[in-house]
């Protein structure tokens, strides 16, 4: 079975257990997904699961997608993605048109969550890489926040004329591929496929998300999923 979902953010809050404790939650709407497509070694060269995931109008997709999801007798899906699978019996009993809840997370006690962290626009050195800026002492005109040299790395030698590759400078900041590992399932309501997870997660509300089994577990949850 895939252990694997997509879903939308639609926001935090806070869950409370029984001694009293206060936990913030982010609410996610998980689910249902379509499967449009089962690949296979003997097909593709490889295992894997499309999912599908919110409907979308036809006049805001392309013939193709509405081709494909077609095929598994769904409905123009918004948001394709595929999980990918260790062998061809990951696979097995999995069928195109099939429909994934969020119950297929049950019994999951960490997730790892990947989605699009928030946009920021163009921001400086300071802001986007947490510098301390310049001396603010007396002589330093109009210069607090400037970066400083970048020395030998305005151009990368051998590879062509610009900024050595992961110079922290001034430019785009967030709008990135954000995943964050091991956050705690607090509950899951099958009835209303909503998932509840400890913590903050990437994006905004109303942002696509992609839900999986933690696949690389700390040391401590580690133990805890082990049953020690």
């Known amino acids: 079975m895939v252990s694997a979902i997509l879903g939308k953010k639609i926001g935090m809050t806070r869950s409370f257990t029984e001694d009293g404790r206060n936990i913030p939650v982010t609410v996610i709407a998980a689910g249902p997904c379509v499967v449009t497509q089962v690949k296979t070694s003997a097909s593709d060269g490889y295992s894997a699961v499309q999912l599908a995931f919110d409907d979308a109008k036809p006049r805001r997709t392309t013939q193709a997608l509405i081709g494909h999801d077609g095929k598994a007798g769904a409905s123009p899906k918004r948001l394709h993605r595929e999980v990918r699978c260790e062998s061809d019996k990951d696979v097995e009993g999995v069928e195109a048109g099939q429909t994934i809840t969020v119950g297929s997370l049950d019994g999951t006690k960490f997730v790892d969550i990947t989605g699009t962290s928030k946009g920021k626009g163009f921001q400086g050195s300071m802001v986007r890489h947490n510098y301390k800026g310049m001396c603010a002492s007396h002589g330093t005109e109009r210069k607090h926040r400037s970066p400083g040299s970048i020395s030998s790395h305005g151009t990368d030698r051998g590879r062509g004329p610009k900024p050595k590759k992961g110079k922290g400078m001034a430019g785009h900041m967030g709008d990135a591929r954000v995943t964050v590992r091991n956050l ?17 997660v990437p994006g905004a509300s109303n942002g696509y998300l ?3 089994a933690s696949k690389r577990l700390y040391k401590r949850k580690a133990r805890i999923q082990a049953g020690k």
């Open 210 to 212: 992609f839900i999986r």
């Open 184 to 200: 705690d399932v607090v509950s899951i309501d099958p009835e209303r496929n909503l998932l509840l997870v400890k913590g903050a």
